[in-house]
């Protein structure tokens, strides 16, 4: 068994009229330096997506996020922010803007499994609950 990591994870959210506040979570953005992992996984709920933004351009909005685990991967494909250290990447990555793609505020947490850390951060943050 391994012992617990700490890592360092952010809610990727769309937003579409910054003006307005509102957000969609799409996703979790993941990181332990100890462990050499970033990782970004991403699920859009176009039907939330819609609802809030009616005359999107959902296209456009998954290039956008398309982009994030490329660069979680780094290297050329990624462009210069790819070619970054790991910590640099996802600090650029969470770096507070205005734009329709922002990030949560960072938390901090300690788990032994970050991939079912991962999932269980996905289910709790960004998938929607079906009641019943």
């Keep these: 068994m ?3 990591e700490t890592y360092d994870y952010a809610v990727l959210r769309v937003v579409p009229r910054v003006e307005r506040g509102e957000f969609i979570n799409a996703g979790i953005l993941m ?3 100890r462990r ?3 990782q970004a996984r991403i699920e859009l709920d176009h039907a939330r997506l819609h609802a809030l933004w009616p005359d999107v351009d959902v296209e456009a909005v998954e290039h956008a996020l398309a982009a994030i685990p490329r660069i979680c991967a780094g290297g050329r494909d990624a462009g210069p922010i790819g070619l970054l250290p790991l910590r ?3 600090h650029w990555l969470t770096a507070q803007r205005s734009a329709v793609i ?3 505020p960072v938390h901090m947490g300690s788990c032994v ?3 079912a850390t991962m999932e269980r951060l996905l289910q709790r ?3 929607v609950r079906q009641s019943g």
């Design 88 to 90: 640099a990447r996802f």
């Design 113 to 115: 499994d970050l991939g």
């Design 125 to 127: 943050m960004v998938r």
């Design 36 to 38: 050499g992992w970033l």
């Design 102 to 104: 922002q990030t949560s």
């Design 31 to 33: 990181s332990c330096e």
């Design 2 to 4: 391994h012992a617990p």
